[in-house]
């Protein structure tokens, strides 16, 4: 116990560079993944070639890949840098087939309508088809948020600061305490990150609770089709 | 006023969907093309619209020529109803009429307005104007959707099968509504079904389709009916068969008309009796 209170300061320090240092993955993997996700949803011979591609990057193990990076991409092995850069290409390679699913989630006949009413490409894009593909969108980047955040521990292994310090550092020095405390902060901050995500969601997307809703269907069904039985409701 | 002259469609894959189709749809009145699935008819219907594009032929609108105007312009001047409403699930009630408005660029106060005006005149509650589509009966989503099809007052209302897949109580309820708007509004309306007594219902002008967008027949409902051009369209019509083969039987000096499976359909009253 005296460990933990010792070092509050630092706990409280690794946190936030730790939410810091996530937010840029999960933010950068989610922008970067929409053009990739729609490019891989709309045609055919880029679906296959884009979502092999980042299932493949997917597969490299992180230690190898803050390895591989750094003479590609000349970044310093040691250094933020390195280890954001490879978290937001696990980002992408989960958030771009997420998206291209989302997109083909969108019900045809909703899209053939917006057409059908005068929606432009690009409007009806950003307007009718991203925002009904939203949930679908938002379970992956739940999916891209908590895995960045747990991910992100492997960066104390190359030595940037990161509540995995908590991990090598409480190991190498035997220090159970700290260990534990490294992985419940952990999975507290995902835990918090992931309802902040499902809140956001909800606050932005308020439809969805109403397509949700057991019974809307009967309610209205019971409430009038037309208008004489609708004007008794309101009376 | 549409007029078809010689429309043709292939598809990429080589299907011909549409060939030599000519017709003159007239203003203020209900057109209704009536087939089989698959026989071209919401082909054609999306040509006026251009959502889908004629490959020969010409479609012209007022003496206008739809290839050139630019489609996403035409399309917000046309009303369009679909099957399932194909309401934007994500936006109210209120929004979702007001669509083609704002599109056009009108303020929301507006838009929103006149989509309240329109929900009396489609015989919807305004109290449901901050709902969403999911939290309506199918009745009420289709009532919307004609709704928004109407928001922009457009000249044409393209209606592509709207009451299918509606409750047979609910969908005779809509057609008396729409026959009730179309005495009020007089819009040109080009209305897309299979079923043949929908389109007796709605139609001033019925358009008999075959495969290809092939016309059988066309004409007023009372035409067909007395005169149908082929075997084909009395089969389709069903001319020959059920309530619509009535014959003449005499009861107690009075006559009555019974259908083909000897059902009382009513009493025949001389012409200029009450």
């Known amino acids: ?19 810091r240092l996530s937010a840029i993955p999960i933010v950068l993997g989610f922008v970067l993944a929409i053009p990739l996700g729609w490019v ?47 978290l937001t290409i696990y980002a992408v390679a989960i958030m771009a087939r997420s998206v291209a699913d ?3 989630s969108v019900d045809g006949d909703v899209k053939q309508a917006a057409t059908a009413m005068g929606y432009g490409g690009f409007r009806r894009f950003w307007t009718v088809d991203f925002p009904l593909a939203g949930p679908v969108v938002l379970a992956g980047l739940r999916v ?10 492997i960066g104390s292994a190359i030595g940037v600061s990161t509540l995995g310090y908590l991990f090598t550092n409480g190991n190498q020095r035997g220090i159970v305490v700290s260990v534990l405390t490294g992985v419940i902060v952990t999975v507290i901050i995902a835990l918090v990150v992931d309802r902040l995500l499902v809140l956001l969601g909800r606050l932005l997307m308020p439809w969805t609770r109403a397509m949700a809703q057991p019974g809307a269907q009967r309610r209205a069904l019971a409430s009038a089709s037309g208008r004489s039985r609708a004007a008794e409701v309101a009376t | 006023m549409i007029e078809f002259r010689s429309i043709e469609k292939v598809f990429p ?31 054609l219907l999306r040509m006026i619209n251009r959502m889908v594009d004629a490959t020969g032929g010409e479609l012209e609108i007022d003496g206008e020529n739809v290839s050139s105007i630019e489609a996403v312009k035409l399309r917000r001047r046309i009303g369009y109803v679909m099957q399932n409403s194909g309401l934007l699930p994500h936006r109210t009630v209120v929004d979702n009429i007001a669509t083609v408005p704002r599109l056009t660029g009108v303020s929301k106060k507006d838009a929103h307005a006149r989509a309240l005006e329109l929900m009396d005149t489609v015989g919807l509650d305004r109290a449901m104007a901050d709902r969403y589509p999911a939290q309506l009966s ?21 209606m592509d099968e709207p009451f299918g897949a509606v409750d047979p109580i609910v969908r005779a309820e809509l057609q008396q509504e729409l026959l009730r708007l179309q005495r009020e509004l007089g819009k040109t309306v080009v209305f897309v079904t299979h079923d043949i007594d929908e389109a007796f219902l709605l139609g001033d002008q019925v358009v008999i389709l075959e495969k290809g967008a092939r016309i059988a027949q066309k004409g007023a409902p ?21 309530k619509r083969a009535l014959s003449i039987r005499e009861v107690d000096g009075q006559r009555v008309v019974v259908d083909a499976e000897g059902t009382v359909a009513g009493r025949l009253s001389e012409p200029g009796a009450a």
């Not at chain 1, 460990?3 to 730790?18: A, F, P």
């Not at chain 1, 679906?47 to 493949?56: A, E, K």
Request: hydrophobic letters at 45%; aromatic letters at 8%.
């Open chain 1, 1 to 19: 116990m005296n460990w933990l209170l010792d070092n509050l300061e630092l706990i409280g320090e690794l946190t936030v560079q730790h939410l």
């Open chain 1, 40 to 86: 891989a949803y709309r045609y055919k011979l880029t679906r296959g070639l884009i979502l092999t591609f980042v299932g493949l990057l997917y597969t490299i193990p992180s230690l190898a890949m803050f390895v591989i990076l750094p003479p590609i991409i000349g970044t310093p092995y040691i250094s933020e840098a390195n280890v954001v850069i490879a």
């Open chain 1, 102 to 104: 989302a997109l083909a």
């Open chain 1, 144 to 153: 891209v948020a908590v895995s960045t955040i747990s991910l992100l521990t």
């Open chain 2, 13 to 43: 894959d080589g299907t011909r969907a549409v060939d030599d189709f000519s017709l003159v749809i007239p203003s203020r009145k209900t057109t209704v093309f009536v087939g089989s699935s698959g026989c071209g008819k919401t082909t």
């Open chain 2, 138 to 158: 199918g009745g009420q989503q289709q009532r919307v959707g004609v709704a928004r099809g109407l928001a922009v007052d457009p000249n044409i209302l393209l």
């Open chain 2, 222 to 242: 009372e035409e067909i009916l007395a005169n149908p051009a082929n075997d084909f369209v009395a089969s389709f019509i069903g001319a020959d068969r059920g």
